[in-house]
Each structure stands twice: as C-alpha cells, then as structure tokens.
C-alpha cells in the first residue's frame, strides 16, 4: 500500500524556519518525481516546490524561490521542505505528493501537515 | 502562468442525479489536465488523469473529457458519498495551478 506521511509542522513567529518531512512506503521512492502542494486553510490547492527521482532537477513557486528549499534521500525514502524566511502567507496544510513524470498528475497524496506563521 | 477557471463555484445536488463541472484553461494544454475529489479534512485524491482516463480505484459513476483548454468532469448518479470540493489542475507548464475548487453538496 502506498503511503506518504508528512511531519514537522507547527507555529513559528514570522521570519522564522521549518522543516517538514515526508515519509513514504510502498513503492519504489527513487522512481518517482517528489512535490510539496500547500492549502490555505479553507482555500484552494497551491503548487510548491517539486523534485526530480535524482534530485538534479528543482522547482519552485515564484513567491518560495530563495526561500524554500527541497531535498530528498532515497537510502531514507523520505522528502524534504525547508522553509525559511517564513510569512504569515505561508500558512496552510503541507502536503507531499508524488507523480511519474513531469507532465503527469499527483496520484497519491499524504495527509498533510499545518504550518501557522502567526506573531 | 496558466489559470484554471472551474465553473460552477457551488452545486447543491439531488442523490441520483447528473453533475457536471466544467474547467477552462487560460492557454491549450493537451490533456494535461487531471481532476481531484477532496472530502472536508481529508488529503485529495486523484480521479481522472489526462483528461478523461479513470485512475484505479475511482468509482466508474466519475468520468472526463476534453482537450485544448475545455474540460468537463461528469458525475453520473450522485451519491450521498460524493458530496466534496473537485479541483482541477494542469501538469503542461510550470508552475503547475489548480483551479479553484467546485464544492458538491447533497440536498
């Protein structure tokens, strides 16, 4: 069975860091392209931060980008965000995501974590 | 950055009966275009990848179509376990967007 769990979130004052974790099992983790999909409390899906099976390849929300930072380790099957610089807009559910490919959708999702940026 | 307009916001629907939510992409896209069911307090899951082909798993009452920018996501038979907020969301350019969410509701 698939599985991602994310941890890590709490409350941090603005300006602050964090990092989230994601663990995952039931597949073969180093297959698989790795992302980071934010939600507002009571808002919409948000795109983050994405990752390639390697780690070679990086994206970024504009509004992440020197900010934010992902890595992986695949002896560890886990995903990481760490999240510097923190503002009271980044304040949503976390959620690690996995696809195939590039072009392909997110097919299995954790169960997110919340980060409250709040002074 | 390519904007996903979901349309309706809202739709109050009667068990048994037909949903369809449409999505529009602000520049083609293929069938890069994938839809989600999120149920209040839960993760999303995925429905139906490129445009129209049903993820394992997915009750076979969910179906879709389209290419370009037009894209319809069809609930046949409503049932009371359906009632959740359906997002859309295009894999064709960086940075990935979803639309902004279509909440079912069951009179």
């Known amino acids: 069975e698939v599985q991602l769990v994310e941890s890590g979130g709490g409350l941090v004052q603005p300006g602050e860091s964090l990092r989230l974790s994601c663990a995952v099992s039931?597949?073969?983790?180093?297959?698989?392209?790795m992302s980071w999909v934010r939600q507002a409390p009571g808002k919409g899906l948000e795109w983050v931060a994405t990752i390639k099976q390697d780690g070679t390849e990086k994206y970024f929300l504009d509004s992440v980008k020197g900010r934010f930072t992902i890595s992986r380790d695949n002896a560890k099957n886990s995903l990481y965000l760490q999240m510097d610089s923190l503002r009271a807009e980044d304040t949503a559910f976390y959620y690690c995501a996995r696809k195939y490919l590039m072009s392909s959708e997110f097919d299995y999702w954790g169960q997110g974590t919340l980060v409250t940026v709040s002074s | 950055e390519i904007v996903l307009t979901q349309s309706p916001d809202f739709q109050s629907v009667t068990p048994k009966e037909k949903v369809t939510i449409t999505c529009r992409a602000s520049q083609s896209i293929g069938t890069d275009l994938h839809w989600y069911q999120q149920k209040p307090d839960q993760s999303p899951k995925l429905l139906i990848k490129h445009a129209s082909r049903s993820f394992s798993g997915a009750p076979s009452r969910f179906s879709g179509s389209g290419s370009g920018t037009d894209f319809t996501l069809t609930i046949n038979s409503l049932e009371a376990e359906d009632a959740a907020t359906y997002y859309c969301?295009?894999?064709?350019?960086?940075?990935?967007?979803f639309g902004q969410g279509t909440k079912v509701e069951i009179k």
């Open positions: 969301h295009q894999s064709s350019n960086l940075p990935w967007t």
């Open positions: 039931g597949f073969i983790f180093s297959n698989y392209w």
